[in-house]
């Protein structure tokens, strides 16, 4: 069985909203990585992308720092937040190259090329490399049942949730009819935008 060397994430909670450090670790493991919980409002108020499409593509490589990254490309159908563009690529920390050398990080979601999402993401850093916001809180899935229905899912992988009160791991899904998903994030880019109209979108 293959050993992954993972990505340790250490939090900081500033200023109300996570900072997180990514730094290379020795062995695999399967521990979590811990975050601030965050309502879906509250995540997008700290996301600087929020965009609903369908993964189409992804590219594993690695940078002059030896990081391992995926480019997720994704086919937008809709732009809550950030500049309306019709394919995103989103590179995110870990993956798997095809030496078969690979990394993971605890508590990022996990992406799948043809399946659909919604995804809310934070600033890049200047090696260009972004974060879900809230980690695995910051991707729902969509899933469409035989009938049309559509449904948002959004999974606790490996990570666990820090409130002003406790630890706990997230380990439920957080499910909930996709109309409700879009008109929630339709309602917080109206407020954002009409909180800082010179932010624009």
Known sequence: MRRFPVFAIAVGLT??????????????????????????EEAFER???VVEGTVVASVCGQDVRGVIYTDWTVAVNRTFWGT????????????????????????MPRLSVGEDVVLLIGAASPEGMQLPT??????????TSTDGERTAIRTGEHVSLVTARRTRAANGLDMMPFPDLVARLEARAQARLAAAPAEGR
């Open 134 to 143: 809230g980690l695995s809180q910051g991707k729902y899935r969509i899933v």
């Open 47 to 49: 996301s600087e992308l």
């Open 84 to 107: 309306e563009e019709a394919q995103r690529t989103i590179r995110l920390p870990g993956g798997v190259l095809a030496s078969g050398k690979g990394m993971v990080v605890p508590g």
């Open 15 to 40: 200023a109300g909203f996570v900072a997180s450090a990514l730094s290379p670790a020795l062995r695999g493991s399967s521990e979590a990585g811990t975050v601030l919980q965050m309502t879906l």
